[in-house]
Structures are given as structure tokens and as C-alpha cells.
């Protein structure tokens, strides 16, 4: 019933977003832009926030559903990695074979050519400048969607286990150091000079080759992962028998 649910949910959010792609042709069409403008297409952003909120709504429910059914943590966790990632990967070709369909109407209705693309993802936007993506940009198009979208579930799963494990005091002074952060890191910016080059060089790295971006993907979505199982195997599940 729930997996239901998230299917019609994540329909209705993909009709919206080609809802929004077909308003942005006709402006173009109303406004007569210049057919050599190029939009970022913000289905990647838009999935990002999808997953963030997914990840902080779904890991308590199906962890504590698991854990009254005698399942084991560590299982529980497996299964839910396994479940955002598959839902990751939809969402990756469905977005993939979505901006496919609605980029072929917008050069026939404008006239830009076989090689023209109106709207980019990220990865096209970064890696090839606007251009065509051969296949091997498309395969890796995809992973580096997969990865991204997994590293927001994570973040998601982050915050909701570490609000579900802390006591009411402690959420308080986690969301005041939270609302803190940026001025936290505007001072280490300043005090330590190499936080920022490190920064610079982490990003540097980043827009050199996908193929360093979605090793730098990866490690942060490790680094969060490993943070949710120290999470999870220390929260008090109530509701069921607690699995080690």
C-alpha cells in the first residue's frame, strides 16, 4: 500500500515537473527568446528535495515496522539503502527519458537543430558544456543522479534519526547549532586559512572529470550512511522487541 502510495506520488511529481517544462516552451514560443539560450532543466534539484524529505519521513516508519516483525537492524537498514536506491535509479532514467521527450519537442517546435539542447541537467550543464551526451555521458549521467539523490536520502535520514535519538533538550540545542552552522563555518573561514583552500580544491576536483565527481559522490554518501547506522543501532525503537 505505501510503495502504491510513493509510485503515485512520484507520478504526480513527475507530470508536474513536465507540467512546468511545457509552460517554460510556450513562454519561450509567447516571448520570441533567442533560440540560443540554454535553461538548467532543475529536475536533478528537484528529485534532490523529493529525497531529502524521503529520507527523513520513511526510514523511521519502516525501521520501527521492521523491528516489531522480530527484523534485524542491520537488515532493516540494508533494506531501506536498497529500497532508495532503486527508487533512485526510476527517478534517474525516468527523468533521463523525460527531459529526452520534452528536449525533442522543444527543438522541433523551435527550430534549433538536431544538436541543440533547450534544457540541461547538471551533469550535461558541468561535464559537456551544453552539448550532446555520447552514451557513455549518458550512462554516467545517470549514476551521478543515482549517487546524488542516495547522499539526500541519507541527509534526510541523518536528521531524522539523530532528532529520533536525542531527548527534548537535546533537539533544541541540535537545531540552535544547526541555525548556527553558517556562521560557524564563516569563522573557521576566517580563522583557518586552509579549510578554504581545501574547499576550493575539493571543488576543483569536482568539475575536472565525472569520474572524480562521482568518486567525491561516493565518499559522502559513505560518510552519511556510516553516520545513520551509528544512529540507528543506538536509538531506543519502541513498539517491538529490539533486534541487535
Known sequence: CQIRDYLLSFGGFLGVYALCM???????LQLQWEIDLQFYSWYDGAC???????????????TRLCVQ???SRKTAYLGIYLMAGAAALGAALAGR??????????????????????????????????????ALDQ?????????????????????SFLF??????????????IVAVPTLFQFLVEALPLVPAL???LG????????????LLLVGLALLAGIGWFLIRQTNIRGGMLSR
Open 22 to 28: 511545457v509552460v517554460g516552451i510556450w513562454g519561450t
Open 48 to 62: 534532490a528535495g523529493v529525497f531529502l524529505m524521503f529520507g527523513i519521513i520513511m526510514p523511521r516508519q519502516v
Open 69 to 71: 516483525m522480530g527484523v
Open 97 to 134: 527519458v523525460l527531459m529526452g521527450l520534452i528536449d525533442t519537442a522543444a527543438r522541433n517546435l523551435l527550430g534549433t537543430g538536431g544538436q541543440k539542447h533547450l534544457f540541461l541537467d547538471l551533469f550535461q550543464n558541468m561535464y559537456c558544456g551544453g552539448g550532446p551526451l555520447t
Open 139 to 159: 550512462v554516467l549521467s545517470v549514476v551521478m543522479t543515482v549517487i546524488v539523490l542516495c547522499l539526500m536520502f541519507s541527509l534526510g535520514l541523518f536528521f
Open 164 to 177: 529520533w535519538r536525542l531527548n527534548k533538550m537535546g533537539c533544541i540545542l541540535a537545531v540552535v547549532v
Open 199 to 201: 574547499f576550493r580544491s
Open 204 to 215: 576543483r576536483a569536482f568539475a575536472a572529470s565525472p569520474w572524480s565527481g562521482i568518486l
